[in-house]
Structures are given as structure tokens and as C-alpha cells.
């Protein structure tokens, strides 16, 4: 059994900010505790503007804090967000988040991630797999 809170992540390798401060996520499950999916609470800062784009990853999100817009950067089409939102990014589609308020959301993705991933130029996490023990 794995039991964890945020505050036990706060301030270590699992807490990670992006380079411009939009947003922070906390990486609750990791690749390396071998569950087959990562977990993670993500705050997004108000009046950003923040592209995605999981080529290698599956990402289901609920919005349980904030309100703002989701934008599908394949068709256009766009979604308000408040919380009990969710969406899931089942075709690995580009998209956009756009918070009015600061959004909090819990965020699983599948494969994992193992926390080194950094989002490139167009907002792709690499593949990165974890070696077994």
C-alpha cells in the first residue's frame, strides 16, 4: 500500500513548475511505483495561456477548483471548463487551457511518467520508460 499526501511532495523532485510559472504539478504516483498509470495534481495559474500536446501519453483530467477554456487545437472547437469538468485526451489531440481562475485538477496518465519528462517545444512529453529492478 502506497499512501501519500501532497503535503509529503511539496518542496521535493515531485513537485515541478514549469519554466514560466503557469503551472505547477504535483506527481502523487510515478512510473517507478509500477501501477501501470501516473497520477498528479496540477494547478494551472489564472489569465495563462498553456499549449499541450501528449503524443506519447493518454491524459484524463476533472477539474475540481477554477473555471476557464479548453481549446482543441486539431478541430478548434472549444469547451468551458469549471469544476466536475473532465476530459480525456483519448487521441492524443493538441489542445490549449486557458484559466479565468486558478484551476486545480487531478491528472492520470497512461503510460506513466516518471517525472523527468519535460515538455519540448510543442508541449510533447517524451516516452520515457522505466527500467525494471
Known amino acids: 500500500m502506497i499512501v501519500r499526501t501532497t503535503a509529503d511532495i511539496t518542496g521535493t523532485e515531485r513537485d515541478v513548475e514549469s519554466e514560466d510559472g503557469n503551472w505547477r504539478s504535483k ?5 517507478n511505483d509500477k501501477v501501470g498509470f501516473s497520477f498528479h495534481e496540477t494547478t494551472i495559474q ?8 501528449y503524443a506519447n501519453h493518454i491524459e484524463a483530467v476533472w477539474l475540481v477548483e477554477g473555471t476557464g477554456k479548453l481549446t ?17 485526451l483519448d487521441g492524443h489531440e493538441r489542445h490549449r487551457v486557458e484559466p479565468d481562475t486558478q484551476m486545480r485538477m487531478l491528472c492520470v496518465f497512461n503510460p506513466p511518467v516518471t517525472g523527468r519528462e519535460v515538455h519540448d517545444e510543442n508541449g510533447v512529453y517524451p516516452l520515457i520508460v522505466e527500467e525494471s529492478a
Do not use: K
Open 46 to 53: 489564472a489569465g495563462s495561456v498553456n499549449n499541450f500536446h
Open 27 to 31: 506527481r502523487i504516483v510515478l512510473a
Open 72 to 88: 482543441d487545437l486539431e478541430t478548434g472547437e472549444e469547451y468551458a471548463l469549471a469544476p466536475g469538468s473532465m476530459y480525456l
